[in-house]
């Protein structure tokens, strides 16, 4: 492969060219999938996301000012700004589309650090990423946590990776202005190879998962993307505080069935719907990690499928596309399971499929969704990888 065809090639050939001489340090953070537990996070639930073998690459220099400059190459763009500029601001919600707003993840990512008490020394530094943007496979995290392992190295931060995903999660709340839960900053922080992270967004607790032998991760990206994934994303979200209000908890994740049935009739269906579904997914999210635990891939591939029609009727965050390439991997040979991954309205599926049947699984469910929808469906086949951190050079 050549070396521009990889992030880390082009962020360390692009170094020498902005920066003229060797970069003394690379850092990564990887994209995640999450195989089930959608739309827990923010409820205090359970999550089972992986990180994957798709990453952003930072190749820098550490500075002795407070100067950070970052040439972005896959969007032959640069940037610079002052650690100090955002020290005492209060955060702001623009990183939106504008020309230079990726610099805002460099200016949340510095003013979420400071906000903590860290001190900051700036770097030069290139930045490139393979993780496809708005897909729902967290290219945001990756680059929040990327450009905090840069500060890391820069400042000689200590790496708590729990502390890190908090501070990034803080940095997209309030700087990017983006209102997620934890989960992709935590798993992108924390990813553990060949396993995934059973996390409880309560008290932040990841426990690792290996994941069953003999099948792959096969991530289906349906091209399509919904710019309204906000608005609905955070009316989501406000319907499910509700509903928790309504049955007297602080957040769903401590009511079981038989409490929601209990006060059903102080929901309307619409708000009934939302918390059943967030109730029955904390539930098969705990199941699916007994099932991945015990190398059980078919009660795995189950739960993705339930988790899917749940996702689909009670919380209403599918999309056309997304229930197509869903059908789709389901026909196809060797799939124990498939569902819709991260936010909804477009995006990503994932599916579970025996290794024996990847090649072919994958030309048919090209084929088909290609056929059904008219969209050229993305597919990446990913391993569990590590979480963000160090790389050493060659
Ligand atoms: C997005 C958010 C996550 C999570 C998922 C839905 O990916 O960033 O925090 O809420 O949606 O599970």
Redesign the pocket.
Known sequence: MNASDTPKGRATAAFEETYGGEPTALVRAPGRV?MIG?????NDGFVLPMAIELDAFVALTPRDDGVVRIHAVDLDEEGAFDVASVRSRDARGDASARPGGWLEYGRGVAWALQADGLTLRGFDATLASDVPVGA?L?SSAAVELALAAAFGVSSRLPWDATAMARRMQRAENLWVGVQ?????QLVVARGVEGHALLIDCRDLHTRPVPLPSGVAVVILDTSTRRSLVGSA?DDRRRACEAAAALLGVTALRDVDEAHLERGRADLDDVTYRRARHVVRENARTLAAAEAMAAGDARALGAAMDESHASLRDDFEVSSSALDAIVAAARAAPGCLGARMT??GFGGCAVALIEERDVAEAIGRIERTYREETGHHARVYVSRAAAGAGPVTLP
Do not use: P
């Open positions: 999450n959608e739309h827990t996070d923010y729902g967290s997620t839960g934890i989960m992709d994303y991260g936010a």
